[in-house]
């Protein structure tokens, strides 16, 4: 248990015993799992609720913390009321939990209530990612940076024998059974610089590229269709990958003939899923649909890029809101790439720069 802690005042009751808690906190949590087209193995599945059963029992904080974060799952699958009005209660719990946290003293915490003090406040702030379009993500990853490396480097599961004694193994935070964690360095990766210009070895990314082939297992009693649009997200980000190492790295207009070809495979890809009847299955495809969007000439397939992106309201479930991006769209398609004109990877950074400025 953390010492001092009372429990908060004005937030939604919680069931008073911890295996009602733990019912509750995985049955929102497989929610929202099973809109997605990719799910966990059962030995997966077995390990996380393990780990939110082991999280639960730990201290109070923790029992809220993942209480209230199952309530915002619960949010992103009920359709009652518009997002940013069921959102914004969510985000006064959790920001009102956040400020209890803070109003507690530390003195007295061992170095391990200290790590989960600190996974607590990094997860708190990670949902309210999900409840605000207020919230500036590069400036929240900044201040919570120490946190996270504090996190890792005092949990040997973090470390490995091939990395230096200062240094994580990023494939052992991804496969760790922490949320806040896992959670933290995926949307660091999302939202980190990606490379631009000369990479010596590309031509090694090309081919692996190229030759990668997407597995095809079934999923016992799953629909057809999902199988189907599973393969066209994998194949439209492979697509959508060989668009940025073609434009990104190695520089060349959007009229070569592979980037061409790759936006044509975006877009013939995606419309195989013809079947879309959840939300989500738009939001697998946003981010190919902006890279391929940006550099087609097509009109047509401009005006369907941007519809779909419209439509990729924030709901909680997606931590980048595709329509934000459609200024973006808009200011390149009537500026550089006005009449279908070949342009460059630079281009769609200017028009990012101008028509939606992320300060940092």
């Known amino acids: 248990m953390c010492p001092n802690f009372a429990i908060p005042q004005d937030l939604p009751p919680m069931p008073s015993h911890l295996r009602e808690v733990l019912r509750f906190v995985i049955s929102s949590y497989e929610k929202i799992v099973n809109t997605s087209f990719f799910q966990s193995d059962h030995v997966q599945t ?6 939110m059963s082991w999280r639960l029992q730990i201290s109070p ?6 209480f209230l974060a199952a309530k915002v799952f ?66 929240l990853l900044q201040r919570h ?30 496969a760790s059974e922490r949320y806040e964690v896992t959670h933290f360095a995926l949307l660091d990766m999302i939202m980190g610089s ?48 060989l668009i940025y190492l073609y434009m990104g790295v190695c520089g060349v207009k959007s009229d070569d003939p592979r980037v061409r070809s790759s936006v044509k495979q975006v877009f013939q890809i995606i419309d195989t899923v013809k079947e879309k009847p959840q939300p989500i299955t738009h939001l697998h495809f946003s981010t190919q649909y902006l890279i391929a969007g940006a550099y087609t000439p097509n009109e047509k397939q401009r005006a369907t890029a941007r519809e779909e992106l419209s439509i990729s309201i924030k709901t909680g479930t997606w931590l980048l809101n595709g329509s934000d991006f459609v200024p973006v769209l808009d200011h390149l398609w009537h500026g550089a790439a006005a009449g279908g004109r070949a342009i460059q990877w630079s281009d769609y950074a200017h028009s ?5 400025p992320i300060p940092i």
């Open 46 to 51: 077995i390990r996380v609720r393990e780990s």
């Open 194 to 241: 990606w490379i631009i210009g000369p990479l010596p070895d590309w031509y090694r990314v090309e081919r692996e590229l190229l030759d990668w082939k997407p597995s095809t297992r079934s999923v016992p009693g799953e629909e057809g269709w999902k199988a189907i649009a599973r393969l066209a997200v994998r194949e439209s980000w492979r697509h959508a990958l």
């Open 74 to 139: 619960e949010g992103m699958t009920e359709n009652s009321q518009t997002p940013t009005v069921r959102f914004a209660k969510y985000y006064d719990w959790i920001d009102r939990l956040e400020k209890h946290l803070d109003s507690v003293p530390w003195d007295g915490f061992t170095e391990i209530q200290v790590s989960h003090r600190l996974a607590e406040k990094l997860e708190l702030n990670l949902f309210k990612l999900r409840t605000t379009n207020s919230i500036n993500t590069y400036q």
């Open 145 to 174: 940076a120490p946190s996270f490396l504090r996190i890792v480097s005092s949990d040997p599961a973090f470390w490995s024998d091939t990395c230096p004694p200062t240094k994580v193994s990023l494939a052992h935070v991804l």
């Open 61 to 66: 904080a923790a029992r809220w913390s993942m």
């Open 352 to 356: 990012r720069q101008v028509a939606l």
